[in-house]
Structures are given as C-alpha cells and as structure tokens.
Nanobody, 121 residues
Framework: VQLQASGGGLVQAGDSLRLSCAAS????????MAWFRQVPGKEREFVSA???????NYADSVKGRFTISRDNAKNTAHLQMNSLKPEDTAVYYC????????????????WGQGTLVTVSS
C-alpha cells in the first residue's frame, strides 16, 4: 500500500487543522491506519490509530483535542486536530499495517511522506 499525507500548514494556537491520508491498494478496510509525529532530534511518536472496525486509540497528549476517522469507500483516513498547541508542531506521518493494533513505529510497514504542522503561539 502507498500512502499520501496532506493538510499540514501554519496555524495559530487554538486553531484547527484536518490532515488526510490517501491510500492506494486493495482491502483498505482491513488496515489499521495511524498517525505519528516527529520533531527534529526526537523519536517519532504515536498520535492516534483507527482499526478497520473503527476502534480508536489516542496518545494522552492529544485526547479530547484530536479525532481520527476513516472513509473506507474512499480509502482515506483523517486526523481532525482542534485546539492546537505550539507543542503539536511536528511533521505528521500517516502509517498503515495489515491489522496489528499497535502504537510502535515498527508495527507499521507502510508510511506516507509526512506533512508539516506548525503552530505558532
């Protein structure tokens, strides 16, 4: 599967952004889709994941502010980010695997190219 992330940009604290991840290939509804983020000098960290049955998981730092969703008919996943904070500034990556419910980067075998989110204070 190939992934294409989009939707990043420069916003002010308190604003919202919606990231999208378009996936190619078949059997999208079986994939676990996830979002990770990374800032320079730090490891890539888990943000959120959604299973084919729309079970969701969130990092504590984004709970209540971010919402992950998917549209299996369009082979897309989204991350709605509200009440953005400067500490949310990072390159956001979408990722996919064939059904493993995980939060670690090694559990995902397909990655998008990343989209930069910058939140100014």
């Amino acid at each position: 599967v190939q992934l294409q992330a989009s939707g990043g940009g420069l916003v002010q604290a308190g604003d919202s952004l919606r990231l999208s991840c378009a996936a190619s290939g078949h059997f999208f509804n079986r994939y676990v889709m996830a979002w990770f983020r990374q800032v320079p000098g730090k490891e890539r960290e888990f943000v959120s994941a959604i299973s084919g049955s729309e079970r969701t998981n969130y990092a504590d730092s984004v709970k209540g502010r971010f919402t992950i969703s998917r549209d299996n008919a369009k082979n897309t996943a989204h991350l709605q980010m509200n009440s953005l904070k400067p500490e949310d500034t990072a390159v956001y990556y979408c990722a996919a695997n064939g059904g493993l419910w995980g939060t670690q980067t090694f559990e995902y075998d397909a990655w998008g190219q990343g989209t930069l989110v910058t939140v100014s204070s």
